[in-house]
């Protein structure tokens, strides 16, 4: 009885002692992006997404979806921002912002975009007031492009660990 007694305090000690697992990781052409663990990996809808990563939001009956995707230069980035950009209906127009953020030398470029979403890939028509986030990463030779899209509100309630998932293989 007192070394099963010592053998459950001694494991209950450890997990005590454990630190939570609140970020896990995945793996993009050589860069390792973590986020948050509530942040689960699904099959990609796609051969051309090398992951698909769901969030549920609270509030919300669907959650959302950063597709992860990486292609070389692919035209570059002014290219593959304005293609983002041109996914939004001119009327009404869009709010976009695009930043240029240094992550510990690399420059990784973010992209934010508000208003009417043609999501021609998915079939769905025009979404009102829906939130595209993006980020464009160099990994050598290819780029890694992070897609997030969705209703606003959902969107700005994830925004900020987006972010920190974009400059994330940087960050030492």
Not at 3 to 29: K, V
Not at 33 to 57: D, G, Q
Not at 66 to 86: E, H, M, S, Y
Not at 98 to 123: H, P
């Amino acid at each position: 009885m007192k070394h099963i007694l010592a053998t459950t305090l001694i494991a209950l000690g450890l997990a005590a002692a454990a630190p939570a697992a609140d970020t896990t990781s995945l793996e993009a052409s050589g860069l390792t992006f973590k986020h948050p663990a509530t942040w689960t990996k699904v099959p990609s809808s796609s051969s051309m997404r090398l992951a698909t990563i769901e969030i549920k939001v609270e509030g919300e009956e669907q959650p959302i979806q950063i597709g992860v995707f990486a292609f070389n230069a692919a035209g570059g980035v002014q290219a593959n921002v304005d293609r983002w950009l041109k996914q939004f209906a001119s009327e009404p127009k869009a709010e976009t912002k695009v930043d240029e953020v240094d992550a510990n030398g690399t420059k990784v470029t973010l992209v934010t975009a508000t208003g009417t979403f043609n999501d021609m890939m998915a079939g769905k028509g025009p979404q009102e007031n829906f939130t595209l986030l993006g980020a464009i990463i160099p990994a050598g030779e290819n780029n890694v492009f992070l897609k997030l899209t969705g209703p606003k509100a959902s969107v700005a309630k994830v925004a900020d660990e987006f972010k920190k998932m974009a400059t994330s293989p940087f960050v030492k």
